[in-house]
């Protein structure tokens, strides 16, 4: 609008000439500045400050949808669109999804568990299918490698480990850590990938201990073990894609951080119909 314009650009030029070129008068300029806001301006105005706010505890993750979601636990009743719409004309965005590199496979001559999910991840109860995997992350003292467990049930990470060296240590401490935290009964189903940490004798006789099946994703197959790869997609795209650390204490913290303070308790999942992960497992618990 011109007398937006205007109004923006009066410290670096005279508002007569601005008038002038853009063919308004200044006193249909002056009638403008002097206009109360709408009320529809208003509402806009004190929503806008709720997704600002949402956009910030959500660490720039959510886009226009759990944005929504998020608005509507809070007791807003707005649109969708109108959302949407608030956030583009501020420029609020999503951070961007990025590639990362997985942890390097080694070869192992001890064969494959089979593919006990076939792609289908869904639990009906916790503690029945676990998912896990590894990844590393960079700081400027060497790498950090990180082992998860996720609950298949409900997303939560239920155990993790964190390490210099990609070594059976830090895949078995993050299985420890689940069992430890969780007690499953016999029974449950172990998935990872084919990696040789998984596949490594010291490994397999701690899942033999707790009475575990081991289940493995296909050779290549990177979609066999989906929800650990989203995981760290999210993981990485929403805290180490936009930090550099010093040494592997900062990037521990940040990490730690993000699992059990925002990943597990506050973080809007989309599978489990908008809630946290561990309001997920309250719900079913009390229902």
């Known amino acids: 609008m011109k007398y937006h314009f205007i109004a923006q650009h009066q410290r670096e030029f005279r508002v007569k000439s601005m008038c002038m070129v853009l063919g308004v008068s200044r006193s249909g300029y002056y009638e403008w500045r002097c206009r109360r806001p709408s009320a529809r301006a208003l509402e806009n105005a004190r929503l806008l400050e709720k997704i600002r706010q949402i956009h910030q505890q959500a ?4 886009g226009a949808d759990k944005t929504w979601q998020a608005l509507r636990k809070m007791g807003e009743s707005c649109g969708r669109h109108r959302v949407a719409r608030l956030r583009r004309a501020h420029d609020i965005v999503a951070r961007r ?3 990362f590199k997985r942890a390097a496979t080694h070869r192992h001559s001890t064969a494959p568990a089979p593919d006990l999910l076939g792609r289908d991840f869904k639990a009906e109860q916790p503690n029945r299918i676990w998912v896990t995997d590894m990844t590393f992350v960079p700081t400027r003292r060497g790498w950090l490698h990180l ?5 298949l049930f409900s997303r939560r990470v239920v155990g993790w480990s964190m390490g210099e060296r990609p070594d059976p240590r830090v895949a078995l401490e993050a299985l420890q850590m689940a069992v430890l935290q969780r007690r499953p009964a016999r ?5 990872s990938d084919q990696g040789a940490l998984y596949a490594s004798g010291a490994y397999r006789a701690m899942l033999h201990k707790y009475g575990m099946l081991q289940s493995m994703s296909r050779k290549g197959n990177c979609l066999d073990n989906a929800v650990a790869e989203s995981f760290f997609s999210h993981l990485k795209n ?3 894609h936009h930090e550099i650390y010093d040494d592997r204490a900062q990037a521990r913290s940040a990490i730690f951080d993000y699992m059990e303070v925002f990943y597990n308790r506050q973080r809007l999942h989309q599978t489990l119909g908008y809630i946290s992960p561990v309001d997920f497992e309250a719900a079913v618990a009390v229902s």
């Open 238 to 240: 929403e805290v180490l």
């Open 147 to 151: 082992a998860v467990v996720l609950d």
């Open 97 to 99: 999804m990025r590639l």
């Open 187 to 191: 029974g449950l189903i172990h998935h």
């Open 59 to 62: 660490r720039e993750a959510y």
